[in-house]
DNA sequence: TATTGCTCGACAGAGAGACTGACGATCTGT
DNA sequence: ACAGATCGTCAGTCTCTCTGTCGAGCAATA
């Protein structure tokens, strides 16, 4: 059973990879096989009534061509729309569709249902202080 | 500040990144800017006295010629060695040349370094804590 | 021993997802 | 009115992963 160390590096990556396998896989048997963990950058950060190609670049830390990239995809299988921007003739607005909501509520309830399937692993408790552990973890981050 | 609920996904790439910025980069500051993440497979489960690429790929998870493509790179840059099998005409041993050896204690030493950052920002208990959680969860992951 | 089937690693090709650089169109502040 | 900044796009590149195919070599058996 010689347990050897591992990484804090590799303890994040484990969960998470199969964390995703299962919230996409689950996602593509519910009926939305195209949509892949990338994608995620796109409806994490899109703004209620819609937001600009380079306002969700910038929330998601990559560039515009980029994400011009994803949101492209989105957009051909039907789950955002792009229209011009009535205040600016050089913005687009990127919207979410009705069929990109249903994608954005299955994505969080799968990742509920993901969350709660930890907790009856690792227990309630000690998940509630994973997440905090993590939440402060992360806010130490933003904090600089 | 009316903080919205992360997913547990997020909560676990947001310092997962984090940590990655900050071990390749101070590993490209301390001379070997070529390593890059994705190399991190070998690294990680190559043996003391090389492997196969067969396995390497196996314990990574993925497929031979993913493996092969970065145990190229590394030999090229002179981090491995590809070397024939002497008991299997087929086979090839990659095996860790000294450079390579200063590379992999480098890794470890700046992953210490890095979870004890963050033990100095959330507490020692909780950085404990957390490691711990996160191994509970690994375990459960390979148990089934 | 000869054959049959499996395994090892290589070759070729593809695709996702990120990047940089350059650019025309448009907005904004002076 | 103009200079400079910003928006999104076009074109090209790079990394890292995958599939499919294949020749060479190993192992078990008829």
Redesign the interface.
């Known amino acids: 059973m010689t347990e050897q160390r ?11 990879d ?3 396998r299962e ?1 996409y896989g689950s996602l593509a048997a519910r009926g939305f096989p195209e949509i892949r963990p990338a994608h ?1 950058a796109v409806f ?1 950060h899109i703004g209620l009534h819609g937001s600009r190609l380079t306002t969700l670049a910038e929330r998601a830390g990559m560039t515009k061509q980029s994400m011009a990239y994803l949101v492209d995809g989105l957009a051909a299988a039907g789950h955002v729309t792009s229209t011009p921007d009535p205040d600016d003739g050089r913005a687009r607005i990127v919207r979410l569709t009705p069929k990109g909501e249903r994608v954005l509520a299955e ?2 309830a799968l ?1 509920a249902e ?2 709660a399937r ?1 907790a009856a ?2 227990g309630d408790r ?2 509630a ?3 905090r ?6 806010a ?2 933003e904090a600089g």
Chains 1, 2 share one sequence.
């Open positions: 591992r990484t804090l590096g590799a303890l994040l990556r484990l969960p998470h199969a964390l995703q919230i995620s994490r994505l969080l990742s993901a969350e930890v692993r690792i000690r998940a202080r994973l997440r552990y993590l939440e402060q973890w992360v130490a981050l």
